[in-house]
């Protein structure tokens, strides 16, 4: 039986399980216990049978104790001398140069060396499941960085030293802070700093009209800003986990105005954001409500023409589908199909992967089914943990101890305005793609039938980013091996959001980039990393004249907004209705 819900099986003779999961996932963000005492118990029973590796876990941690001993009065006298363990690029914290005089170079190797050790000795223990071993290593990491001297005023140079200079007022701020903080979320306000973004006023202001509508998205159409236009148009379906104006964020940060001004007619999805009502919305509706509504509404708009179709996140995810089912059925209306840090195949999806298994979605299931949703808070809970230190503890000490606020900018007043995910939905998404990748081993079905990404045979743009949590670049570069398309693929700096909002002029900006034709054969990605062609500034250019060169060689004169007859003329202004409900 195919497993597209909770629901499924006989019906329960009782109904005790749902209300007591859903009470204890409110208390733990969504985390279930059965989850991480299952990866607990494979570990530790593993490691209590394993002599071998405990000797090595001892020996380790002598060999620790010695080399930290001996460190302690050198770093004294050299305060610049060979340290026990070397920070990692993307750690931070010890990184200023307070944390090199003593006793605070001391401080934080002892917990640099600890966190090491803890790291061993939750990964290859022989016997432990891959997918629990992640688990026990992300926990213990985590229970570490709670501790982390560079949360705490005594142990922290850099607070002392603003305390120091500022005779302790940070710290009155800081109080100050945390309870505006804390009165902020109980009140459901935004964070502080976000009101300065407000949706079509200061973000999405990039001139448009809607120009179709239904129970699931707003269509919007963007005026011209060229007196002649590329013939095909380009339709962009974001995630529905987000709001769509991160593509359209201030204009200097705008993808859309960025097409717009050099001759493209764009159109773009936004999604409702869905209620308890619309809990039995599943993968289908969002296919056929969304990418294939707007399809219909763009053929009708710009006749007889290609359509650009682009995806960024999950909306590529569901474009892809859209696109495979579209070639199975024969229908030949889209000219080209970008994914924008989109996968296909979730066997490497990353760290996500953590919060996913069968015991973790099942209490999710429970949970999204007493409110009919996957909340906001709850979401964004289990993307914070990933990057915890930049996301929660470097923000805690900066607010709180330090007494600054960080600085307010378009990117983070959009992130922090979320959306929520239907119940039905987004089990099927979980279960579908991540636990049972059937899309990237052809057993994704749509209108019955299963759909295979080796129909798509348009020319396919893919854009990856190298600090990607949330869809690694080596998951996303598999679009390689899935399709019988010409492939270019994009690798460029930055994480999941900031490395797509990569507008030109950017100082530090770079990416890499190199096509896959048809019939050449398969590169691996370490490969392709090595061999690819380095540019320094944004993907943008090159993504645009990817598009000119899969265009037609004359534009056409600008034509009116919407369609001629009265089912797509223009409903409201950009950007509509939908991207404002909270």
Same mark, same amino acid.
């Given at each position: 039986m195919d497993k597209q819900g909770s629901d499924h099986g006989d019906p329960p003779r009782f109904s005790f399980d749902r209300p007591l999961h859903?009470?204890?996932?409110?208390?733990?963000?969504?985390?279930?216990?059965?989850?991480?005492?299952?990866?607990?118990?494979?570990?530790?029973? =593993?490691?209590?049978?394993?002599?071998?590796?405990?000797?090595?876990?001892?020996?380790?941690?002598? $060999?620790?104790?010695?080399?930290?001993? $001996?460190?302690?009065?050198?770093a004294v006298l050299d305060p610049d001398c060979e340290a026990c363990v070397e920070l990692t690029p993307n750690d931070k914290r010890f990184a200023g140069d307070a944390w090199h005089s003593w006793p605070f170079n001391a401080i934080s190797q002892g917990f640099l060396l600890t $966190?090491?050790?803890? =790291?061993?000795?939750?990964?290859?223990?022989?016997?432990?499941?891959?997918? =629990?071993?992640?688990?026990?290593?992300?926990?213990?990491?985590?229970?570490?960085?709670?501790?982390?001297?560079?949360?705490?005023?005594?142990?922290?140079?850099?607070?002392?030293?603003?305390?120091?200079?500022?005779?302790?007022?940070?710290?009155?701020?800081?109080?100050?802070?945390?309870?505006?903080?804390?009165?902020?979320?109980?009140?459901?306000?935004?964070?502080?700093?976000?009101?300065?973004? $407000?949706?079509?006023?200061?973000?999405?202001?990039?001139?448009?009209?809607?120009?179709?509508?239904?129970?699931?998205?707003?269509?919007?159409?963007?005026?011209?800003?060229?007196?002649?236009?590329?013939?095909?148009?380009?339709?962009i379906v974001p995630a529905w986990i987000m709001k769509y104006y991160i593509?359209?964020?201030?204009?200097?940060?705008?993808?859309?105005?960025?097409?717009?001004?050099?001759?493209?007619?764009?159109?773009?999805?936004?999604?409702?954001?869905?209620?308890?009502?619309?809990?039995?919305?599943?993968?289908?509706?969002?296919?056929?409500?969304?990418?294939?509504?707007?399809?219909?509404?763009v053929s009708a708009m710009v006749p007889g023409q290609l359509i650009h179709a682009a995806g960024y996140c999950l909306g590529g995810t569901l474009l892809a589908i859209a696109a495979a089912a579209m070639a199975r059925d024969g229908d030949k209306r889209l000219g080209s199909l970008s994914l924008l840090a989109a996968q296909t195949d979730f066997t490497e999806a990353g760290e996500l992967m953590l919060f996913i298994d069968e015991a973790q979605v099942s209490f999710l299931e429970d949970m999204m089914a007493e409110q009919?949703?996957?909340?906001?808070?709850?979401?964004?809970?289990?993307?914070?943990?990933?990057?915890?230190?930049?996301?929660i503890w470097s923000t805690m000490v900066q607010s709180y101890l330090k007494g600054e606020r960080p600085p307010m900018f378009d990117l983070m007043a959009w992130n922090a305005d979320a959306t929520r995910m239907p119940y039905r939905m987004h089990s099927e998404y979980l279960r579908r793609l991540f636990l049972d990748n059937a899309l990237a081993t052809g057993h994704f079905e749509v209108d019955g039938r299963p759909v295979s990404l080796r129909d798509i045979r348009v020319p396919i743009f893919a854009v990856s980013t190298i600090s990607d949590h949330v869809a690694p670049w080596r998951s996303v570069y598999k679009i390689q091996a899935l399709t019988d398309a010409d492939v270019t693929f994009v690798l460029s700096n930055g994480g999941h959001n900031a490395g797509i909002v990569n507008p030109p002029g950017r100082p530090n900006r770079k990416h890499q980039i190199a096509t896959h034709i048809e019939n050449e054969n398969y590169v691996a990605p370490d490969v392709w990393q090595q061999n690819a062609v380095h540019h320094d500034g944004s993907w943008w250019p090159c993504w645009q004249g990817w598009l000119v060169k899969h265009s037609s060689a004359d534009r056409a004169p600008v034509g009116t907004m919407g369609a001629p007859s009265n089912a797509h003329a223009p409903l409201a202004d950009a950007p509509g209705t939908y991207v404002l409900s909270s």
């Open positions: 859903a009470a204890i996932a409110r208390a733990t963000a969504g985390q279930s216990p059965a989850a991480l005492v299952q990866a607990y118990t494979d570990w530790a029973q =593993h490691l209590l049978f394993s002599p071998d590796k405990q000797i090595e876990l001892a020996e380790e941690a002598f $060999q620790n104790w010695m080399h930290f001993l $001996q460190y302690c009065p050198e $966190q090491q050790w803890w =790291h061993h000795a939750t990964i290859g223990v022989k016997g432990v499941s891959a997918h =629990h071993e992640d688990i026990a290593s992300f926990v213990a990491r985590q229970m570490l960085d709670v501790v982390s001297p560079a949360n705490f005023l005594l142990t922290n140079p850099e607070v002392l030293e603003t305390t120091f200079q500022q005779g302790g007022i940070n710290l009155v701020r800081g109080v100050m802070n945390f309870f505006e903080d804390q009165q902020r979320v109980v009140e459901g306000k935004k964070p502080i700093g976000a009101d300065a973004f $407000q949706v079509g006023r200061d973000v999405a202001v990039t001139p448009g009209k809607v120009v179709a509508r239904n129970g699931l998205m707003e269509l919007i159409q963007y005026a011209p800003a060229t007196d002649r236009v590329y013939r095909e148009p380009v339709l593509l359209d964020l201030s204009p200097a940060n705008s993808l859309v105005k960025f097409l717009v001004d050099r001759g493209h007619t764009v159109f773009i999805l936004s999604w409702k954001n869905p209620t308890g009502e619309e809990r039995d919305l599943g993968m289908d509706d969002y296919r056929r409500l969304g990418v294939m509504a707007a399809l219909e509404a009919g949703y996957l909340d906001t808070r709850q979401m964004a809970g289990a993307f914070q943990l990933l990057r915890s230190n930049d996301l």
